[in-house]
């Protein structure tokens, strides 16, 4: 018989994988390298994640790997940047290639251009610009668009971004600094080019140890890629289903903890990948956050987790003399001093250097029936 996994105990499995049920004492680069990577398309706020799961976490922990290119941000799974350490950066992309092929030539915005295109001539010339000098999308599409005239600078740009390993330059995510977001190739930065052989069923066993069990549908949905059924089914994983009968797939010797085991509070940021990277989401994420009916055009919300579900969301407001943690509980807390202390220890992290902190729960949210 198929052993069944409530939703509960799915999740417990999967937070146990990111370091959610308890922080590490691992490094951020093999912290990063167990998760395969942090989505992190904003500057900042993936430190949070890492400071959620890592043990004594300090922002310098991870800026001075990107400084030192240790750890790279990239485009790579769902076409979207991540930060991965520089050698996953080289074996992760041409794994996730035909992600990032049908984001360019099925894109609304400029999928158009690439018509009748030489791509490779675009790539080769791209590539030598970003050679002699990170450049922003700005600059180097103008530069291309010189050659190219009959087509729009910013889907030159785009063209490179999708068809060529590139790696977003500090000072962009270095914390407490800023920058443009130039680009290079990886081959100038990391002094090494892409793996020659993307292995796809080694994608997929590092995505079950992070994120497992899961269905085939959850891995395409991670990952950018499709018809990935028979790669799955051919590789020697351990079959199991959820309380809907949906088949799941898992690594043999993945944790799985009991469904009981507790949960402690944690913040998770705004792209936080283990609130992303399922197609069947409820595992973590409650019907809460679909019926909060949040501004798809404001700031991506973040969440914080109670028993190991979406329990609320949570915001900063900072001035120079004082930084509050505004908590925005869906329902009323059934542990409402463990949040707060959480969150007391979350607003010294971001905040250290503001003389005054406050921690502030607001009532509980009406949800739309």
Known sequence: MIPVLSRRALGRATLARQFLL???D????????????LQAQTPHTWYTGLWSRVAGFTPDLAADALVNRRLVRIALMRSTIHLVTAADALELRPAVQPALDRDLFRNY????????????????AGRALLAEAPRTN???GALLRQRWPDRSAAALAYAIRCLAPLVQVPPRGVWGRSGSIAHTTVETWLGASVADKPSVDGLVRRYLAAFGPATVKDVQTWSGL???REVVEELPLLRLRDEDGQELFDLPDAPRPDEDVPAPVRFLYDFDNVLLSHADRRRIVTDDVRARDYDPHGPVPQFFLVDGVTAGDWAVHRTREAATLELRPFHRLTAPDEVEREGARLLSFLAPDVPRHEVRTTPPAVSRP
């Not at 400029?110 to 675009?122: I, N, P, W």
């Open 26 to 37: 691992a490094t951020v680069p093999e912290v990063v390298t167990r998760l395969v990577g």
């Open 22 to 24: 308890a922080r590490t």
């Open 226 to 228: 499709t018809r990935l």
């Open 109 to 124: 915005t400029h999928g158009r251009d690439m018509r009748g295109l030489d791509v490779d001539a675009v790539v080769a």
């Open 138 to 140: 700005k600059e180097l």
